[in-house]
């Protein structure tokens, strides 16, 4: 399962979350040569249940950036690849400010997320506005985890089934949180003794990946990734 970010042309990226749309284009391609298809994380998960899923790969896009609609899905409609879109429907329209060092990116507006969950892009919740969940009091991280879920339900007027974790972190107590608000599977990055459907690791794909990089990352992840119960 293959984690981006922006997609964009960004010299300014401290925190090594963008790639190029040429070099995104690139990456997909590298997995379409080899027999591999990019799936929503819905996708994937379905398609394991069923003992299935070998030449599938999940990609994932966090934080809900406008440069996706622009950039990443005529990617994904080129290759009739899908994906999965993190969003957070407390900062429709807003911007990064979570991030002090790097530029301000604009985020996707409501009209945004409406558009690339008609082009079959399922849109999952990753919380209200981008905190550390594990640092949350009870309060905040039932809004953050309850809240993002309605309202982006009510956005969609469809279900959301996916979450994912702002920074990949999570304990036991934001686990239980997501699985209580009923989302069906959560995703981090290395939950390590976490590791389940409520807590699925990823990796990051950046700039730099080129077709070496992306194999050992490939080759490690899988060597690493104990299996997930169900899945």
């Known amino acids: 399962m293959a984690m981006y970010h922006s997609v964009t042309d960004c010299p300014d990226d401290p925190y090594r979350i963008t790639?190029?749309?040429?070099?995104?284009?690139?990456?997909?391609?590298?997995?379409?040569?080899?027999?591999?298809?990019?799936v929503s994380m819905a996708e994937l998960l379905a398609a394991r249940a069923r003992g299935e899923g070998r030449r599938l790969a999940g990609l994932t896009f966090d934080d809900g950036y406008a440069d996706f609609?622009?950039?990443?899905?005529?990617?994904?409609?080129?290759?009739?690849f899908g994906a999965t879109l993190f969003v957070l429907p407390?900062?429709?329209?807003?911007?990064?400010?979570?991030?002090?060092?790097?530029?301000?990116?604009?985020?996707?507006?409501?009209?945004?997320?409406?558009?690339?969950?008609?082009?079959?892009?399922?849109v999952g919740s990753h919380g209200l506005t981008h905190i550390d969940l594990t640092a949350a009091d009870d309060l905040?991280?039932?809004?953050?985890?309850?809240?993002?879920?309605?309202?982006?339900?009510?956005?969609?007027?469809?279900?959301?089934?996916?979450?994912?974790?702002?920074y990949g972190t999570l304990d036991r107590r934001t686990v239980e949180a997501v699985r209580s608000a009923g989302y069906r599977y959560a995703c981090a990055i290395d939950p390590g003794p976490l590791t389940g459907p409520l807590a699925l690791p990823r990796v990051h794909v950046g700039q730099?990946?080129?077709?070496?990089?992306?194999?050992?990352?490939?080759?490690?992840?899988?060597?690493r990734r104990r299996p997930v119960e169900g899945l």
């Open 208 to 223: 730099n990946d080129d077709a070496v990089r992306l194999f050992l990352k490939y080759r490690l992840h899988r060597l």
């Open 140 to 166: 905040r991280l039932k809004a953050e985890v309850v809240e993002s879920r309605a309202v982006l339900e009510d956005l969609l007027e469809a279900p959301v089934e996916g979450f994912c974790y702002p």
């Open 90 to 122: 407390g900062r429709l329209g807003g911007d990064n400010a979570w991030d002090p060092l790097g530029p301000r990116k604009p985020l996707l507006t409501a009209d945004g997320i409406r558009q690339a969950a008609r082009a079959g892009i399922e």
């Open 19 to 38: 790639v190029t749309p040429d070099r995104l284009e690139r990456q997909l391609r590298w997995l379409a040569v080899r027999g591999v298809r990019g």
């Open 69 to 80: 609609v622009d950039h990443a899905l005529p990617v994904l409609r080129r290759l009739d």
